[in-house]
């Protein structure tokens, strides 16, 4: 009997497929952001607003979802080039899906590429899709225990958006619990709390997505 | 359930393993899982149930699983630390200054398994073993 010793990572296909999408938008200047949240945070309505509030930043948009090609129509009338991507079932996006649409995207003309992961808390935190930075959105409607419940999707984050806070005072949303429970979770990163609808905290947003652009 | 496209992945990597080391039959694919790695050991094993059937080389190999506890050193007061979640507050000095070190990952770390001369041989063993005339 033949025993071989591997001490592979098991994710390591999916790593590899992250590096080369990793050098491709570096070879094209292009910021990569990987979007996640729990269905119906508010991602592609963050998207519109974005887009249409900083006309001089050139997007780009990989649209995630199960089905359907309703967000990246969306996407498309704000102007910017959008593709879809459809998983037909899985809860995550992996980076060999997005190495496969790269080359339908015009790279060279975009300054920031958005993938708009699934919307799930849990998968899609656990494969690297090659971007430059992780966005993870947090509604107000969905309560403000949800770091410590789904720690790993914030753990990682490099910018928090804590959305919809027009609606936080009817909704019962407790700002503090999310701000106590990230500083043990992520004490790196200080959340942006924000609404498209009010335009509360949008600046903050718009600054550090204009932060990574002078790098 | 992440677990599947994982479980897929840990199968695929290691009939790549082992093709590359001319193994023909897997008896044993041993992975280690990081208890802070948000991944369900008991998910992972339902999945390698049915998917290792896809391919001859995995059909009969037995998964075996080594858990990982989750290990972290505060970097403020240099405590090492045991962590059963992601969670970085360090107990001793209140600051949320601890690192992860050990439990995050999820790790094919050996294959046991057969050659085809080790197969042909064991096969007539068997066969001669089997026949109640000899």
Redesign the interface.
């Known amino acids: 009997m033949a025993e071989i010793v591997v001490m592979r990572a098991v994710t390591s296909d999916n790593k590899l497929h992250a590096d080369n999408v990793r050098k491709i938008l570096d070879d094209n200047g292009v910021i990569g952001l990987n979007l996640m949240s729990s269905p119906g945070a508010g991602k592609t309505t963050l998207l519109e607003k974005t887009i249409a509030d900083n006309p001089d930043i050139k997007f780009g948009v990989i649209e995630g979802d199960v089905y359907t090609a309703r967000d990246a129509d969306r996407i498309e009338k704000t102007g910017a080039p959008s593709i879809q991507l459809n998983t037909e079932g899985a809860c995550h996006l992996t980076a060999n899906m997005v190495e496969a649409v790269l080359p339908k995207m015009n790279l060279k003309e975009l300054d920031i590429l958005i993938i708009e992961n699934i919307g799930n808390l849990i998968c899609p935190s656990a494969f690297s899709l090659g971007t430059h930075k992780r966005v993870v959105l947090l509604s107000t409607p969905e309560g403000g225990d949800k770091v410590l419940k789904y720690p790993a999707a914030f753990h990682r984050a490099d910018a928090i958006l804590v959305t919809k806070t027009d609606i936080a005072d009817a909704v019962g949303f407790d700002m503090n619990i999310v701000l106590d429970d990230l500083k043990s979770v992520n004490p790196k990163t200080e959340p942006i709390a924000m609404s498209v609808v009010s335009g509360e905290g949008v600046d903050g947003w718009y600054k550090w997505l204009r932060g990574l652009l002078k790098k | ?2 677990e599947f ?2 479980t897929e ?2 199968l ?3 009939r790549e ?2 093709r590359k ?3 023909v039959r897997l ?1 044993k694919i041993i ?1 280690s899982i990081g208890d802070l ?3 369900s050991i008991d998910s992972i094993e339902f999945a390698f149930s049915f998917l290792r059937e896809e391919d001859e080389i995995t059909k009969e190999a037995e998964l075996v699983v080594k858990r990982v506890p989750g290990r972290g050193r505060c970097t403020s007061c240099g405590k090492e630390l045991e962590l059963d ?5 360090c107990p001793d000095c209140n600051t ?2 601890v690192e992860i070190t050990e439990g995050r ?11 085809a001369d ?1 197969l042909a041989g064991k096969s007539t063993e068997s066969d001669g073993e089997g026949s109640p005339e000899s």
Not at chain 2, 85 to 89: D, E, K, P, T, W
Not at chain 2, 105 to 115: A, K, T
């Open positions: 359930m992440h496209a994982l992945d840990l695929k990597l290691s393993e082992a080391a001319g193994i008896d992975v790695s948000g991944i979640r992601l969670y970085l507050y949320p200054t990952d999820f790790y094919v770390v050996s294959l046991e398994g057969q050659d080790e």
